[in-house]
Structures are given as structure tokens and as C-alpha cells.
């Protein structure tokens, strides 16, 4: 499947919204709720503007993965971009219909091919969360370190694994 990732725009607020409440029960497994106010429509719009805004300031980037038709598939992000070290943290999420398709590791080979500016970006996904360390480390991210702190989800004891990518050991 072709896809295409497109800045986060206030246009996209319902069709997201719509995205994320159909996957959320998916997300859940893998990653901690974004808690019950997150899926009111309103606190969703305001959240969403959040971003908007931090993205204009260039704090984080925040991309839609779009396939073909233009539906969104998933997301992915830059966050807590800091110019002066030219290191951010990325993260991101597919749908469940949307799974095992590569669509994770297509929108990390866009996202490193458009963000030219950073030269280290980190990763982190808990120890569970098999398909996303496949595709990080597909994409050239190395594991650093598991996280000493461990937590319960979904009835599961999990740590989180920190991976970090290179500029110069992937070019």
C-alpha cells in the first residue's frame, strides 16, 4: 500500500477524532489510555489545537498517514524537538485494519527522509509492542536501554524499551 504523511491541519479535526475512537480500544493494548476526556468531541477539538499551536512554535511536527483514497491510516510525530542538540523523540500509531501492511515502517522511512534538520531521534515502546520494535529497528534505530521501571497494563508487566537513530550511521 502507497502512503503519504501530510502535516497536522484544523481541518482534520473530526475525520481524526473519528479515527481515534475506532481504534482506541486497538491503541489500548499497546500504549496507556489517553484517558476518558480524550474521546469527548470537545476536549478532542482543544487538544487538537494544542497541537496545532505547538506545531506552529516547531516544538513537534505532527504528521497524518494517508493511504491512497486519502483516508488516514495512522499517525506519526516529532515531539519535544530541540534545535540545539538536533534531537527530537518520534511516535506514531497505525490503525488495527491497517496492521502488518508496513505501513509503520513506510511512514518512518518518509518521516527520516523529510526531517532533515535532526540528526537523532529517539523511540520508545514497551516491551509487549513486538511490531513496533520490528519496524523501528527495521528503520535503523538501535536499542540503548530497557527501562528499570516496570508497570502493569492490561493485566501485563511491561518495561519500555528506548531505541535512538543517527543521521549519520543510517546515510
Known amino acids: 500500500m502507497d502512503i503519504a504523511i501530510n502535516s497536522l491541519q484544523e481541518r482534520d479535526a473530526e475525520e481524526l477524532y473519528r479515527f481515534e475512537k475506532n481504534n482506541r480500544l486497538f491503541f489500548e493494548q499497546m500504549v496507556p489510555s489517553r484517558g476518558e476526556d480524550y474521546y469527548k468531541f470537545e476536549t478532542f477539538q482543544l487538544k487538537h489545537r494544542e497541537l496545532l499551536v505547538e506545531q506552529q512554535e516547531e516544538k513537534s511536527k505532527f504528521y497524518l498517514i494517508r493511504d491512497n483514497s486519502g483516508n488516514i491510516v495512522g499517525r506519526i510525530n516529532l515531539v519535544d524537538i530541540d534545535t540545539t542538540?538536533?534531537?527530537?523523540?518520534?511516535?506514531?500509531?497505525?490503525?488495527?485494519?491497517?496492521?502488518?501492511?508496513?505501513?509503520?515502517?513506510?511512514?518512518?522511512?518518509?518521516?527520516?527522509?523529510?526531517?532533515?534538520?535532526?540528526?537523532?531521534?529517539?523511540?520508545?515502546?514497551?516491551?509487549?509492542?513486538?511490531?513496533?520494535?520490528?519496524?523501528?529497528?527495521?528503520?535503523?534505530?538501535?536499542?540503548?536501554?530497557?527501562?528499570?521501571?516496570?508497570?502493569?497494563?492490561?493485566?501485563?508487566i511491561l518495561q519500555f524499551i528506548h531505541y535512538l537513530w543517527k543521521k549519520d550511521s543510517n546515510h
Not at 128 to 154: P, R, T
Open 85 to 156: 542538540n538536533n534531537i527530537a523523540e518520534v511516535g506514531y500509531r497505525v490503525g488495527k485494519e491497517y496492521g502488518g501492511k508496513g505501513i509503520g515502517a513506510k511512514a518512518l522511512k518518509l518521516l527520516l527522509e523529510t526531517e532533515i534538520s535532526v540528526q537523532k531521534i529517539k523511540a520508545k515502546t514497551t516491551t509487549n509492542n513486538i511490531a513496533s520494535q520490528k519496524v523501528l529497528e527495521k528503520s535503523g534505530f538501535k536499542q540503548i536501554c530497557i527501562s528499570d521501571d516496570i508497570f502493569e497494563m492490561n493485566g501485563q
